[in-house]
């Protein structure tokens, strides 16, 4: 069984920085893809930040990018966003997802999602 299970939510200031982890178990496949993503309240679920395993290429969010860097450490099976320079804006539930196969940055590819962690940006 494939389990995601995020970690590191929490209350931040605007300008600060904060770093997310997703610890993943059950998932053997050879090629997949890890995927953090976010949703506040009343918006749709939208993607941040994608990293594939086959050549460790990296997806981000115009919104986010220059500001966010998603890695991995395989032998602790996690995956990890470091959130810099913070706004009030990315404050939402941020969930980590995982897919077989290559990397794609729409939620609907993702057939496995951990139960997201909340974090809060202040101003």
């Known amino acids: 069984e494939v389990q995601l299970v995020e970690s590191g939510g929490g209350l931040v200031q605007a300008g600060g920085s904060h770093r997310l982890s997703c610890t993943a178990s059950?998932?053997?496949?050879?090629?997949?893809?890890i995927g953090w993503f976010r949703q506040a309240p009343g918006k749709e679920r939208e993607g941040v930040a994608c990293?594939?395993?086959?050549?460790?290429?990296?997806w981000y969010a115009d919104s986010v990018k220059g500001r966010f860097t998603i890695s991995k450490d395989n032998a602790k099976s996690t995956v990890y966003l470091q959130m810099d320079s913070l706004k009030p804006e990315d404050t939402a539930v941020y969930y980590c997802?995982?897919?077989?196969?290559?990397?794609?940055?729409?939620?609907?590819?993702?057939?496995?999602w951990g139960q997201g962690t909340q974090v809060t940006v202040s101003s």
């Open positions: 997802a995982a897919k077989r196969g290559l990397l794609r940055d729409t939620a609907n590819a993702y057939g496995y």
């Open positions: 990293i594939s395993s086959n050549d460790g290429s990296a």
């Open positions: 059950g998932f053997t496949y050879d090629i997949y893809a």
